[in-house]
């Protein structure tokens, strides 16, 4: 699977727009971009995956850039709820590797402030 | 309803012992995981069944063996204990064994090998 790059940390204000950055310059064509979620003592959480075209769900919007090799994670108005580590994870249709797992990076804590 | 549960939450032991952690799913899925994350919050899936197929995490230790007595459970049993075996396990399940299915994550079992 390919490699991603997140910012280590942001700060959002309460009830404004969380962005959350996440580079895939390496992404082939046939990798999705997931985006999942780790609040503090939980398991991690699915937020939203795609493969070319903008996705969004109740939770977020994601936003794949033409080329691919980048995408933002939007939750459109963040709570305290939303404090997390968020990762960015591409992964293959062709295989899932080693034991089909997902491959975590360090991902990107996000702070929400009230 | 709890998706996927796991018991105990909290696990304490001392080096040498024998320990079990059980993992359950209501969701009706076919594929289960095993996913380990340490104290530098790397979290990485050790194995993965469907099935009655195993795929492991060539970097798992022989020691970690899953079970699994039916499709809704895959337990995970840990022989001869060492201290680097301390960190949380993290049991999950999908639809299927496949790139587009979303992993739904248990609570997690903190493990503390003393």
């Known amino acids: 699977d390919a490699k991603t790059t997140q910012p280590p940390s942001m700060d959002c204000a309460e009830g404004r727009a969380a962005n959350l950055p996440c580079n895939h310059s390496t992404i082939s064509g046939n990798e999705y971009v997931y985006w999942y979620r780790q609040i503090h003592s939980q398991g991690p959480q699915y937020i939203i995956h795609?493969?070319?075209n903008n996705e969004t769900n109740e939770m977020a919007s994601l936003i794949i850039t033409e080329d691919r090799k980048s995408s933002t994670l939007i939750l459109p108005h963040a709570t305290l709820r939303d404090t997390a580590v968020y990762y960015c994870i591409v992964r293959s249709i062709l295989s899932g590797g080693g034991a089909d797992g997902l491959t975590f990076g360090k991902g990107t804590h996000l702070i929400i402030q009230p | 309803d709890t998706a996927v549960s796991q018991t105990p939450k909290y696990l304490v032991t001392q080096m040498g012992n024998d320990k079990s952690i059980k993992c359950e799913q209501n969701l009706g899925h076919d594929t289960m995981y095993w996913y380990k994350q340490d104290s530098k919050k790397f979290l990485k899936i050790m194995f993965s069944y469907n099935n009655k197929e195993l795929i492991i995490n060539e970097t798992v230790p022989n020691r970690f063996s899953p079970k699994s007595p039916d499709k809704a459970h895959l337990n995970l049993h840990i022989n001869s204990l060492e201290l680097g075996d301390s960190a949380v396990y993290f049991c999950?399940?999908?639809?299927?064994?496949?790139?587009?299915?979303?992993?739904?994550f248990g609570p997690g079992t903190r493990l503390t090998v003393l």
């Open positions: 999950a399940s999908s639809r299927r064994r496949g790139h587009t299915d979303t992993q739904y």
């Open positions: 795609g493969l070319k």
